[in-house]
């Protein structure tokens, strides 16, 4: 691509570099120029200005983006992507539906490594987004690009991005109680929430004593596709009341304990082909843990193993980040 100023006499079907102003009329950068463009321009006393003109082998950043964004997105409906329309050098990527950003870093980051011009910057991985939610932005930082980089930009970048929709309708939630008295709907509100808002629909409410026994036994009549276990009293050891109830329901835990802050009381099992989540007590709270991202991985039909979960302590100090939305505490 050329770019720099030129006579007015040169610019015609050139792209002009900055807004300009015209009488009332303004215009805007990426035009490109008309006879009459040029007229109102030398009208308005301009005899030179910026241009950009495509060079052989080049290709217009609309263009550009658009060819990019459709190797990456080489299958939107399996890939749970929509493209939308290319304009300014930019084309956006949106969820078909709500679930969780699957992306591959390591293939991404090769796209944004052929040439500066060349650009994707994406929702970090295992976001949760709704339907409709813009998952990534493709943008051709110059008027054009060289075809030759765009085409090793989009190398082996198909598929390197997806939304994985949830593979689950139902939950149940079991909660325990310590005493005679039924605990407060505030856990199952909070749970009903982050369900509702993946399309899964919640059980009738369980309480059962916190005994390994009765809890056993609500595990193995839950309905739900996913059962969910939220404690009177905290699991704070793998041989505790909640993971002892599901070995004995016959089923098996997997990972106790998460590097996440708030979150370090879950714990994740299976009992027969049904995903079973211990919850932690910050559960109870609509605010971000790392239960969030356990349950919304789970959901969507990802498997989480123990290396996955150990993996979450890198970015995991969820406890008094600017944006989590409810900060256990105030130091004022």
């Given at each position: 691509m050329k770019f720099g100023q030129v006579l007015l006499s040169a610019a015609e079907g050139a792209i002009l570099a900055h807004s300009l102003r015209v009488g009332p009329r303004r215009i805007a950068k990426g035009t490109e120029l008309t006879p009459t463009d040029l007229a109102d321009l030398e009208a308005a006393g301009h005899d030179k200005i910026t241009v950009a003109r495509l060079a052989a082998g080049d290709l217009h950043e609309n263009e550009a983006a658009l060819a990019l964004a459709r190797m990456i997105i080489a299958d939107p409906e399996a890939q749970g992507v929509r493209i939308s329309g290319a304009g300014a050098g930019r084309v956006n990527l949106y969820a078909r539906t709500c679930g969780v950003v699957q992306l591959d870093p390591q293939r991404l980051r090769a796209v944004n490594e052929v040439d500066p011009m060349i650009s994707i910057a994406t929702v970090p991985a295992w976001?949760?987004?709704?339907?409709?939610?813009?998952?990534?932005?493709?943008?051709?930082?110059?008027?054009?690009?060289?075809?030759?980089?765009?085409?090793?930009?989009?190398?082996?970048?198909?598929?390197?991005?997806?939304?994985?929709?949830?593979?689950?309708?139902?939950?149940?939630?079991?909660?325990?109680?310590?005493?005679?008295?039924?605990?407060?709907?505030?856990?199952?509100?909070?749970?009903?929430?982050?369900?509702?808002?993946?399309?899964?629909?919640?059980?009738?409410?369980?309480?059962?004593?916190?005994?390994?026994?009765?809890?056993?036994?609500?595990?193995?009549?839950?309905?739900?596709?996913?059962?969910l276990i939220l404690t009177g009293s905290a699991t704070s050891d793998p041989m505790d009341v909640a993971p002892e109830a599901l070995r004995l329901a016959g089923g098996e835990v997997t990972r106790f304990g998460m590097p996440v802050d708030p979150g370090n009381l879950l714990f994740l099992g299976a009992l027969g082909a049904k995903p079973v989540i211990g919850l932690p007590g910050c559960a109870r709270s609509p605010a971000l843990n790392g239960a969030d991202w356990v349950l919304e991985r789970v959901i969507c039909g990802i498997d989480v193993s123990s290396g996955d979960i150990a993996a979450m302590g890198v970015g995991g100090l969820l406890k008094e980040i600017p944006t989590r939305p409810m900060p256990r505490r105030s130091d004022g």
């Open positions: 976001h949760r987004v709704d339907a409709g939610g813009m998952i990534a932005t493709i943008k051709i930082i110059s008027y054009a690009v060289p075809q030759t980089a765009l085409r090793r930009a989009g190398e082996g970048a198909s598929g390197a991005l997806r939304v994985r929709a949830p593979a689950y309708r139902t939950a149940t939630l079991i909660e325990t109680r310590v005493s005679q008295e039924i605990p407060s709907e505030k856990g199952r509100g909070a749970m009903f929430g982050r369900l509702d808002r993946m399309g899964l629909q919640l059980s009738p409410r369980v309480v059962v004593p916190h005994q390994e026994q009765d809890l056993a036994q609500a595990m193995t009549e839950a309905p739900g596709d996913i059962v």
